[in-house]
């Protein structure tokens, strides 16, 4: 039995019944890792003693029967949560030598339960991309065709699932970082409503659009994390301060009683044809199993991507200010006076989709410009809020396309920023509302490329997500569908 | 050509709380460098600001004591810069939406009451300190102050004169002294201040191109300075000169401003809401609970030292000049129940012994009220005079000792006794024939050299009164 293989709530069984000890659950995704790592490419640090150290922990506390959910189990972290102890990069050059004196609080909550933290997975540089081309220590590889890319940002949260190298991760999610590169890895990544995780600790990339969530193999390892990372932190004044339900629990539910929403923008020109099929096909089967369809509309999506790109790289702007090389991280030697310190610091420690960012972002801040832009975007996402508040008025869950084709091949579009950014059409809208939104495996294309099914859902109604994610998943059997890796 | 000065100042006060505004790092002054800090007020990537409520509190106190009106919704916003001192490259503070607008404070000139708009109070974080040394090729960062709680209260640009703008300044440092929300040191920079100033033609309406004037930190300064700028834009609109748009320095040691002539002042702050930080909604139960806590302001407390204890104008506004000198008056005046003669003394020879560059330091005054008090009483009564006291409250001031205890160590205690007076008097007319005989040949004004005799003789100790009654006596027999 290849224990890397297997989901969370598999291995709780085997842990708690001892079956297994966490060391040997460590071991075999360390073996794994060693195989199969120099093909994809995930991680960007790896912590195999402390990982066992973890992992004997864990296996003290599970004898004791005094184990949380998710005690023993390996996870790999999206390099851009702050690990104490652990190097920190957000993939940039600027931050190769940063080592956190202090933990996000989703890392706190995941080391309260006993977790196994293997190391910290690639990602684009400061989580601004679709592809994770954009890291400063290279592309990792889509495990399902390693000439494809993993999506982003994410890309090795994502890959590192598929692949086994890590029971499951943790990404962030700030225009589509969790559910994209999920989709294009198949796997399942929730993004949930703002507020519902805590952001402390999570380096900023746009402060109101930022989300951590899970990346998991199937939709009740996805409840069992989201319970675990979820609720209100003294830490974070934009966390919500309101009761958490047992997101697993809420699975048992099912289908019963749903009623979904196909919004029709996001079925528009440029969607390829297979994904298409298998979003149609997904929403025939859930028809086929009791929950009731609607077609609806959300007129705003339109504006969504032109919001975003003055919103996220306003916000940015602004967050990357403080690598400025004088207090920790990458500092330029050249240079003579402060501001060369500062330009050479920058210039040479950040890459450049980030500069281009933070270059959009400046302008549209500018005196003269932010009514214009700045102000103009922040109206287009009220907008894009009411939209949805009608809709879900009338239904439960919205499904559709999460990204409008299967994973491209790596470099193919690394030239043409704009067609890269349009790519994230379709899970922009979620972000600018701060509603929940989840991404689930729902087939394949004939190039055997995995294709996923987005489920948005109305603030904190992330038990509806995983109901319906989970009735879809029953219905279509391919959580288990594996890479073959050769 | 008569111009008219406009002035508007910008006041930074520092907010006397315990911890700072975004983190719960101590505010203490004084600590090593660096000491006061933690990841938050370094600005580490992943950490977020949490608001101190006693913050908003602060300010909503200063924005009653001021007349403001207060905004229900605040909102944070980032003003993005880069400089050593500020590690996150954004200041926190306030723009749209700020706690308090449209307020104001009256001040008294040459006994007219002046009133000076508010245009806005809003808050915000300050920020490090950096530390020069010329003798070397680098400088030193202390994040010590990044985060402490700072209201930065905005005039109208009514102040017309240097005077006026020292007045408006005094009256705020009062006001946040006696609300006990800001320590008003202007050395420490806890009180600080930054003016706009032009000139106009009188009787014109549009505003001259104005200078802003930075670095005075005492309220001496500011008056130098602005009297400075005055003759200076003057000069130049008098020589047919255009006033230049930049910021000034003042240089306290050569008493003199000079421009700046920094890139710094390009700056496109490009303000924005800061995301990391909800709106704060300030509901009218919050605003009337601090209204319950206010404490009396200078203007009340002045008016009723002029009703209950009928002091002059003058006296009423220096004694309420600080909350600890009211405190003091008072004190004092619990034990001895002439106001007036208790501000006189305060006014002259506390005032005098205490003077430092901006007034006195009631706390510092090693003269307890209860011993001032205490010394007036004496006098009162007859036991000491008003010279000796003098004497005596130099040696309080000195040692902080009360006055009957120096009295009785210095042998100062007033000669009452007619017998022993009586004794020397007659010892001085008797060594001073010639001036017996010119007082009898009606010079009375020798009466004043027999009395400077005796207070010779007696170390000052006699008793006035009964001196000049006793030469008469005897000179009249």
Not at chain 1, 44 to 52: G, N, S, Y
Not at chain 1, 102 to 120: C, H, P, Q, S, W
Request: hydrophobic fraction near 35%.
């Amino acid at each position: 039995m290849k224990l890397y293989e297997l989901t969370i709530h598999k291995l709780q069984e085997m842990l708690a019944g001892r079956e297994i000890s966490a060391v040997e659950l460590t071991r075999s995704v360390l073996d794994r890792i060693e195989q199969t790592e120099p093909k994809v490419n995930a991680y960007l640090t790896l912590e195999t003693d402390k990982a066992l150290e973890q992992a004997e922990a864990a296996d003290k506390k599970l004898t004791e029967k005094q184990a949380a959910p998710l005690c023993g189990i390996p996870f790999a972290i999206k390099d851009v949560m702050c690990t104490k102890g652990m190097r920190t990069t957000a993939g940039s050059k600027i931050l190769e030598s940063f080592v956190p004196p202090y933990d996000a609080t989703v890392i706190e909550k995941l080391r309260a339960e006993g977790a196994v933290f293997v190391g910290k997975v690639s990602m684009d540089e400061f989580a601004m991309g679709s592809a994770n081309e954009n890291c400063a220590y290279g592309v990792p590889h889509n495990p399902w065709n390693f000439d494809h890319i993993c999506g982003g940002s994410s890309g090795g949260s994502a890959a590192s699932v598929a692949a086994g190298e890590c029971i499951a991760s943790l990404g962030s999610d700030t225009g589509g970082s969790i559910r994209q590169p999920g989709s294009h890895c198949g796997v399942v990544g929730l993004k949930p409503t703002y507020g519902r995780v805590s952001r402390f600790g999570l380096l900023a990339f746009a402060s109101s659009l930022d989300q951590i969530g899970p990346l998991t193999k199937d939709v009740t390892d996805c409840a069992m994390m989201l319970n675990a990372i979820c609720g209100y932190d003294p830490k974070d004044s934009t966390s919500v301060d309101r009761p958490v339900p047992d997101h697993r629990a809420a699975l048992e539910e099912g289908l019963e009683g749903m009623t979904i929403g196909i919004p029709k923008e996001y079925f528009g020109a440029g969607l390829d044809p297979e994904v298409k099929k298998a979003v149609l096909n997904s929403i025939t089967r859930l028809k086929e199993a009791g929950a009731e369809t609607r077609d609806v509309s959300l007129p705003h999506t339109e504006y969504g991507v032109a919001a975003y790109y003055i919103i996220a790289p306003a916000e940015a702007s602004s967050n990357l200010a403080r690598y400025d090389g004088v207090r920790y991280g990458f500092r330029s030697q050249e240079g003579e006076s402060l501001l060369e310190m500062y330009s050479k610091t920058r210039s040479q420690g950040f890459g450049d989709e980030v500069k281009r960012r933070i270059i959009i972002g400046t302008y549209a801040l500018s005196s003269g410009y932010y009514d214009a832009y700045y102000k103009k975007a922040s109206q287009a996402r009220t907008l894009i809020v009411e939209d949805y508040k009608k809709v879900f008025a009338e239904c439960d869950v919205l499904i559709s396309p999460v990204a409008p084709s299967p994973a491209w091949r790596i470099g193919e579009k690394t030239h043409d920023p704009l067609s890269m950014y349009l790519m994230d059409a379709l899970t922009i809208p979620a972000n600018l509302a701060g509603i929940p939104a989840m991404s689930v495996p729902c087939g394949f294309s004939t190039d055997g490329l995995p294709i996923g099914v987005q489920m948005q859902a109305s603030h904190f109604e992330e038990e509806k997500l995983l109901r319906v994610a989970g009735g879809l998943e029953k219905l279509l059997g391919i959580a288990s569908a594996k890479p073959s890796m050769d | 050509m008569e111009f008219e000065t406009v002035i508007g100042l910008e006041v930074h006060a520092q907010l006397k709380t315990n911890t700072k505004i975004f983190c719960s790092c101590t505010t203490q002054f004084g600590n090593p460098p660096n000491t006061n800090t933690c990841p938050v007020c370094l600005g580490m990537p992943g950490v977020l600001p949490v608001l101190n409520k006693t913050v908003v509190e602060y300010a909503i106190k200063m924005a009653q004591a001021t007349n403001c009106e207060i905004n229900r919704r605040n909102q944070f916003a980032r003003k993005n810069y880069f400089y050593p001192d500020l590690p996150k490259g954004y200041q926190i503070s306030q723009f749209e939406l700020p706690i308090a607008e449209h307020g104001h404070v009256d001040i008294e000139i040459d006994g007219k009451n002046r009133r000076i708009g508010l245009t806005r109070i809003h808050m915000e974080e300050d920020a490090g300190k950096l530390v020069h040394d010329s003798h070397e090729a680098h400088s030193y960062v202390d994040l010590n102050r990044t985060g402490v709680p700072l209201i930065e209260i905005v005039s109208e640009p009514d102040l017309r004169s240097a005077e006026e703008a020292e007045a408006y300044l005094r009256k705020l440092h009062a006001v946040l002294r006696y609300l006990d929300i800001c320590d008003g040191n202007m050395q420490e920079g806890s009180f600080r201040c930054d003016a706009n100033i032009s000139l106009r033609p009188v009787g014109q309406e549009k505003l001259g191109t104005r200078s802003e004037l930075k670095n005075m930190n005492s309220f001496k300064n500011v008056h130098r300075a602005l009297e400075y700028e005055i003759r200076r834009q003057r000069d130049i609109l008098l020589d047919g000169g255009e006033v230049v748009q930049e910021t000034r320095l003042w240089d306290a040691d050569r008493n003199v401003s000079n421009s700046m002539r920094d890139k710094e002042e390009a700056h496109d702050y490009r303000y924005f809401p800061d995301p990391d930080l909800v709106q704060v909604v300030i509901d009218d139960e919050w605003i009337n609970e601090i209204k319950q806590t206010m404490p009396e302001l200078p203007d009340e407390r002045r008016a009723r030292f002029i009703t209950d204890f009928a002091l002059p104008i003058d006296d009423a506004v220096i004694m309420t000049s600080s909350r600890e000198l009211a405190d003091y008056f008072e004190a004092a005046l619990k034990l001895f129940a002439k106001p007036k003669k208790i501000s006189n003394w305060i006014m002259t020879e506390l005032m005098r012994e205490m003077k430092g560059e901006e007034g006195i330091n009631i706390q510092e005054c090693p003269v307890t009220p209860e011993n001032l008090a205490a010394l007036l009483i004496l006098i009162d009564k007859g036991a000491i005079s008003g010279k000796i006291a003098k004497t005596v409250f130099s040696e309080m001031m000195k040692t902080g000792k009360d006055p009957e205890t120096i009295v009785k160590e210095k042998n100062l205690a007033q000669m009452s006794d007619e017998g022993d007076l009586m004794k020397i008097v007659q010892e001085i007319l008797a060594d001073n024939p010639e001036q017996v005989a010119q007082f009898k040949a009606g010079k009375t004004k020798v009466m004043g050299f027999f009395v400077g005799q005796l207070m010779k003789k007696t170390r000052g100790k006699a008793n006035p009164k009964m001196a000049n009654q006793l030469f008469g006596q005897e000179l009249l027999k």
